[in-house]
């Protein structure tokens, strides 16, 4: 089974540029989490997607980052403008369903200069 | 708010003795927990979990201990080995339905 895969695996910009990130989740998993990993701390939810529907985007800054999910397949992530404090790895992970069956992409580090 | 918390940002274990890493969660409504383990450069990978309605549960040289009263689990790795080396995520969720809150992670080393 193939696993997650994400797009790039490392990206540095300039603050106030703008970014996407892609990813595509394992086949059949109708569940799609973006993660902010931070240097020195765990993983924070950014947003939940349920197929193509958004069922969880409470601590997404809607006023730069923005995500979407079309045909309930990959999904990209965008951020614009950037800030330095966005400095830090996102994380793609898919499950069949619920939170127990989780599974990480590699994730994308990004650095903002 | 920190609703899952790993106050040990690192631990240094010798080869072949006992890894004790350990997690407090503050939300009573957590119901499932389950530890990751990630290696650098790559994503979190799961590693084991634990029901809130079980005490214990065991997968060869890893068991987690959940103490509900005390919003306490732990996990032990027997015996450690160099190639456990990494850092170790505490992640819970509710009803296995709630996205996985995760802790800031512990970085454990195991010397040769």
């Known amino acids: 089974e193939a696993g997650v895969a994400q797009s790039p695996r490392y990206k540095i910009i300039e603050k106030r540029q703008s970014v996407a990130f892609w990813c595509n989740p394992i086949?059949?998993?109708?569940?799609l989490y973006w993660y902010q990993q931070i240097l020195g701390q765990g993983p924070k939810l950014l947003i939940q997607f349920q197929n193509n529907g958004v069922v969880d985007d409470s601590q997404l800054p809607k006023d730069r980052f923005s995500a979407e999910r079309l045909k309930g397949v990959d999904s990209t992530l965008k951020i614009q403008p950037a800030k330095l404090e966005d400095s830090a790895v996102y994380l793609c992970a898919s499950s069949l369903g619920g939170s127990r069956g989780y599974t990480f992409g590699s994730g994308t580090r990004l650095t903002v200069v | 708010d920190q609703q899952v918390k790993q106050n040990s940002p690192s631990l240094s274990v010798q080869e072949g003795r006992i890894s004790i890493l350990n997690c407090d969660y503050t939300?009573?409504?957590?119901?499932?927990f389950l530890w990751y383990k990630k290696y650098p450069a790559e994503g979190p990978t799961f590693l084991i979990s634990i029901s809130s309605i079980k005490d214990k549960n065991e997968d060869g040289r890893f068991t987690v201990f959940l103490n509900k009263s005390a919003k306490h689990l732990s996990l032990h790795i027997v015996p450690s080995q160099p190639g456990d080396s990494a850092v170790y995520f505490c992640?819970?969720?509710?009803?296995?339905?709630?996205?996985?809150?995760f802790g800031k992670g512990t970085r454990l080393s195991v010397i040769a």
């Open positions: 939300n009573s409504m957590f119901d499932y």
């Open positions: 086949s059949g998993h109708a569940t």
């Open positions: 992640a819970a969720t509710t009803s296995g339905n709630t996205p996985l809150v």
